[in-house]
């Protein structure tokens, strides 16, 4: 005899341990490769959130405002969406601090700075941000 488990929205279980609507959505992660939503169309943004839609396998970007937007139905709350931004944050200071390192090492220049004296800190920034870009591109794509 076989037994066939599905899951799907129209066999949810009273107790509320079956599936519910929020399950259908994971977030796949947070990128700043696609800066517009595929929900409202927004350009321009800073990070969008990929959600994948686990009914359909489609997946999407979409800003956080429409992400979290509960009538957008995605179901996530602010702690899993601040789980997540709090990924994505790490992970970009891990490219930046790879990348400074390349820069570096491929004899790019620094320039020192300070700015102590308009409350600021002292440092050394990168002076050639085309070349520290490519540096940028280099780490992720080794990644
Ligand atoms: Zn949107």
């Given at each position: 005899?076989?037994?066939t488990?599905?899951f799907?929205?129209n066999?949810?279980?009273?107790?509320g341990?079956?599936?519910?609507?929020?399950?259908?959505?994971?977030?796949?992660?947070?990128?700043d490769?696609?800066?517009?939503?595929?929900?409202?169309?927004?350009t321009?943004?800073?990070?969008?959130?990929?959600?994948?839609d686990?009914?359909?396998?489609?997946m999407?970007?979409?800003?956080?405002?429409?992400?979290?937007?509960?009538?957008?139905?995605?179901?996530?709350?602010?702690?899993e969406?601040?789980?997540?931004?709090?990924?994505f944050?790490?992970?970009?200071?891990?490219i930046?601090?790879a990348?400074?390192?390349?820069?570096?090492?491929?004899?790019?220049?620094?320039i020192?700075?300070?700015?102590?004296?308009?409350?600021g800190?002292v440092?050394?920034?990168?002076?050639?941000?085309?070349?520290?870009?490519?540096?940028?591109?280099?780490?992720?794509?080794?990644?």
């Amino acid at each position: 005899m076989k037994f066939t488990i599905t899951f799907n929205g129209n066999d949810k279980k009273a107790d509320g341990n079956g599936p519910t609507e929020a399950s259908q959505y994971r977030i796949l992660g947070i990128t700043d490769s696609v800066t517009s939503c595929d929900c409202c169309g927004k350009t321009g943004l800073v990070k969008t959130v990929a959600i994948e839609d686990s009914e359909t396998g489609n997946m999407g970007h979409y800003g956080t405002t429409c992400a979290l937007n509960p009538a957008k139905c995605f179901g996530f709350s602010k702690s899993e969406m601040a789980k997540a931004i709090n990924r994505f944050k790490a992970e970009q200071q891990a490219i930046w601090l790879a990348a400074r390192r390349l820069y570096k090492s491929l004899g790019g220049q620094m320039i020192a700075y300070d700015f102590r004296s308009t409350g600021g800190d002292v440092g050394s920034k990168v002076a050639d941000m085309a070349f520290y870009n490519v540096c940028i591109e280099k780490v992720r794509a080794a990644r």
